[in-house]
């Protein structure tokens, strides 16, 4: 009989199928993984909604205008331009100067993506409650400590300070915090705001690279990111 339906029948009862009631074929029910599952959009834990934090509801008014989409694109471009994309202009002049090796130089840059990393919670944590708007502001004044500090290094550890700032302020400072103030102004409507800023952040090398050659140039790598 192989798989023939009625292979599990009761035989001791007019050959009444022993089935569930319910179709043979259809879908399993959801699980409920983790410790929280969503029902549509909302949050969901032991059939109660999550808590959210006031300033990560979206406001009443889902409209984002093209000068807000500029600003903060603007914002990103420069904030990647000057901080994340900083070692590829002046990484070389530096070590010269300095009388460092590559590796040395470009281990700045490592200990700032460890920074970062390290830092991601507590920011996370920090965006949610605040928003997006105070993290952004905060990071991009303490990249340009960080800046500060290497334009005025006279030695490893003032440089490696000078990354640990510029970890910090990244992380605070680019698409993270961007995003959580768009989605908190438009909810859903926010994707395609997002999408348009990612254009700004993707044009910063294109930007910056030239700009901080030329201004290496005519300042030396100590005036440019002074």
């Given amino acids: 009989f192989g798989s023939a339906p009625w292979k599990d029948c009761d035989y001791n009862t007019n050959f009444r199928p022993v089935f569930q009631r319910r179709r043979i074929f259809a879908p399993p029910p ?3 993984g983790g410790r929280a599952a969503t029902v549509g959009r909302q949050p969901m834990t032991h059939g109660k909604p999550l808590p959210t934090s006031p300033a990560m509801q979206p406001s009443g008014d889902s409209s984002i205008g093209a000068t807000l989409v500029v600003c903060l694109g603007l914002s990103q471009l420069v904030a990647w331009g000057t901080m994340h994309y900083l070692i590829a202009v002046f990484g070389r002049p530096i070590g010269q100067e300095m009388g460092w090796s590559a590796a040395f130089v470009q281990g700045g840059f490592s200990l700032a993506l460890v920074v970062m ?3 991601s919670a507590l920011a996370g944590r920090w965006i949610d409650a605040q928003g997006g708007r105070a993290a952004m502001m905060t990071g991009c004044w303490i ?3 960080g800046c500060a500090l290497l334009a005025t290094t006279t030695g490893a550890a003032q440089y490696l300070a000078g990354w640990a700032l510029l970890g910090l302020g990244m992380r605070l400072a680019l698409y993270d915090a961007a995003f959580a103030a768009l989605a908190h ?8 705001a997002m999408s348009q800023i990612t254009l700004f952040g993707g044009l910063a090398s294109t930007v910056f690279w030239p700009l ?3 201004l290496a140039q005519a300042l030396g790598w100590r005036g440019a990111l002074g």
């Fill in 30 to 32: 959801p699980r409920m």
């Fill in 212 to 214: 901080g050659q030329a």
């Fill in 185 to 192: 102004l438009g909810g859903a409507a926010s994707k395609r």
């Fill in 117 to 119: 990393g390290g830092a």
């Fill in 143 to 145: 990249g340009a400590a």
